[in-house]
């Protein structure tokens, strides 16, 4: 089965409004924004009821036609890891936060439907340019389809978002053609293609917290292509009028490269992956990643199977509060699954094998639980310190390589403080404080706002750190 576009990105009709912005004259780069981000990220702000409304900020990207792709946003020029690329305000979002996907697509829908009868015409054209099926030609929208118009269309759009942030209004141009229908179907088209669910992760219990969710429509993030392997990382700050979403450079990236999130929860398997992309956008993935776990994807599933059978025995020994020695014996049966993981690596070429492993980080995080658990730290240590290699390959720069330096360093200052002062190693507050740095430039990867930033949010997690130090000193 031929796999199907995404969305209108992919339709020929919106191609011709994109790669007419590769080809406009180039701007000069827009300043960043003097932002505080301890305060840009600060739930209690968001939650307070006082409505706050950011500046929309747009960096050295730009839309491109891309061979097999549709269209899809490629960098300006060379951009360093967790460089600012993007800070818009959604068009429109879901009401109840915490609701099921289900429910959020449909409340989107129709805050897109009320949206839609007052936007000015620039927000109407824009959104309607975004449909991914037929459906528009099918209520008789023909000219719309006018790769001229829409070229003026988004022209005047990248302007506004580049020199002053402001989307209201437009700039005089041609006449448009009559609006389409409002139809339902074809607004739940829009949203169910193009819309993202908003994500706000605790910094005490470093857990995605689902009760803040959020559907919303971004217009320039929906340009972000697939890709298992994302080399952007996306943020969310909530707020009483809206969200606004930010998008940085997860990794180094080379003037041209195409700029990709990931659609999906990373650390699944290749299979589950892929059944979910099709089943929500209709495309069979072909990416680099799942292109090298494919051929293995059976045996994939066999040992998630397993692993996924040790990991809840850990989790039922946790919960009554089991003797080390009883968990230790899990350790060992979760050692001996996730060595048939690094066996069967070993049929694919050295340099696939990192990415092959990648999908089950998920099993080294529980047997870092389950090792530190029983007592064994260092290998607890060893654990993490492999999970945060892995979730850089898949989700740089993301709250999943966070999550892992946090809980490595967390784990040696339990390590620290479970020895005698005498017992400890002479450099044990040299590795601790490197591993530290190393959990903040990932911090600030993700959310950016330098060390301040950093201690504000991670500050309650670092209570067993400061502890460990002192207790260093008493050596």
Request: contains cysteine; hydrophobic residues 40%.
């Amino acid at each position: 089965m031929k796999p199907r576009a995404r969305s209108a990105l992919q339709d020929e009709r919106v191609g011709a409004l994109f790669s007419a912005i590769a080809s406009a004259p180039q701007k000069r780069e827009q300043p960043l924004p003097d932002m505080d981000w301890a305060g840009f990220y600060d739930r209690k702000s968001g939650s307070s009821g006082r409505s706050r409304r950011s500046s929309t900020f747009v960096g050295p990207m730009e839309a491109r036609q891309l061979p097999g792709r549709g269209i899809g946003l490629v960098t300006s020029r060379e951009v360093r890891a967790g460089e600012l690329l993007l800070l818009e305000d959604a068009w429109a979002t879901s009401a109840t936060k915490g609701a099921a996907s289900i429910v959020a697509i449909a409340e989107l829908a129709e805050a897109c439907v009320k949206k839609l009868g007052s936007a000015g015409e620039a927000e109407r054209a824009l959104f309607w340019c975004l449909h991914g099926t037929n459906q528009v030609g099918a209520v008789g929208e023909e000219g719309w389809q006018s790769p001229n118009l829409r070229l003026k269309i988004f022209e005047q759009y990248l302007h506004r978002l580049g020199q002053s942030g402001n989307e209201a209004g437009r700039e005089d141009g041609p006449s448009l053609p009559a609006w389409p229908r409002q139809l339902q179907s074809a607004v739940s088209a829009i949203v169910a293609s193009n819309s993202r669910r908003s994500e706000a992760w605790n910094s005490l219990t470093l857990l995605l917290d689902e009760t803040q969710a959020l559907g919303g429509l971004w217009f320039v993030a929906s340009l972000f292509n697939h890709s298992c392997c994302a080399n952007v990382t996306l943020s969310y700050s909530l707020w009483e009028d809206g969200i606004t979403l930010v998008a940085r450079a997860a990794v180094d990236l080379a003037q041209g490269e195409e700029l990709v999130d990931t659609y999906v929860y990373p650390l699944e398997t290749v299979d589950e992956r892929r059944n979910r992309l099709h089943r929500t956008y209709g495309f069979l993935c072909m990416c680099k990643r799942c292109s090298v776990e494919a051929p293995l994807a059976a045996e994939a599933g066999k040992v998630a199977d397993l692993l996924e059978a040790e990991l809840q025995t850990f989790s039922s020994l946790r919960g009554r509060r089991a003797k080390p020695s009883e968990v230790g014996e899990v350790v060992r049966k979760i050692r001996q699954v996730l060595d048939r993981v690094f066996a069967t690596a070993k049929q694919l070429p050295p340099s696939s094998q990192p990415l092959w492993r990648a999908q089950f980080v998920w099993g080294l995080h529980g047997l870092a639980m389950a090792a530190q658990d029983a007592g064994f730290f260092q290998e607890a240590v060893d654990a993490f310190q492999t999970c945060i290699e892995l979730a850089a390959l898949i989700a740089p720069s993301s709250e999943y390589e966070l999550k892992y330096h946090m809980m490595l360093v967390q784990c040696m200052a339990r390590r620290t403080l479970s020895s005698p002062p005498s017992a400890l190693r002479n450099d044990t507050p040299t590795s601790m404080k490197e591993a530290l740095r190393r959990a903040e430039e990932a911090h600030n990867r993700h959310y950016g706002g330098g060390g301040r930033h950093f201690l504000s949010r991670m500050q309650r997690r670092l209570e067993d750190f400061y502890a460990a130090l002192r207790h260093c000193g008493k050596r």
